[in-house]
């Protein structure tokens, strides 16, 4: 029998190089605060207008409520917490929402609207 050559070791995969993350394009047009501010200033509810009308003006100025659902329920707590918006009913980001005292949150976010 002849003997046989010892087998090769298995050559090593080429090195994978890293994925890249996509580059998202920044937006064009107002940010999503500015929005849900608008869409609570343009509102002629005395008691303030609720998350879901808020969700259905934002969908009419063609933001995707659905895939942007998380931000705008964070939008509006912190917008609460910072004092640009009242709560008027519920916890969190669901109940009724009205604008506050003007003078407060205008000079601090160089926003204003007329009534």
């Given at each position: 029998?002849?003997?046989?050559?010892?087998?090769?070791?298995?050559a090593k995969a080429p090195a994978k190089a890293p994925k890249k993350k996509?580059?998202?394009?920044?937006?064009?047009?107002?940010?999503?605060?500015?929005?849900?501010?608008?869409?609570?200033a343009e509102s002629k509810e005395r008691k303030g207008i609720s998350l879901a009308a808020i969700k259905k003006v934002l969908a009419t100025k063609k933001v995707d409520v659905a895939k942007s659902n998380?931000?705008?329920?964070?939008?509006?707590?912190?917008?609460v917490t910072n004092g640009v918006l009242t709560q008027t009913k519920g916890t969190g980001a669901s109940g009724s929402f009205k604008l506050a005292k003007q003078e407060k949150w205008t000079q601090n976010h160089g926003l204003s609207f007329s009534k």
């Open positions: 029998m002849a003997e046989e050559a010892p087998a090769a070791a298995p996509a580059v998202r394009s920044k937006t064009d047009g107002p940010s999503l605060p500015k929005l849900i501010v608008a869409a609570v998380k931000r705008i329920n964070t939008a509006v707590t912190k917008m």
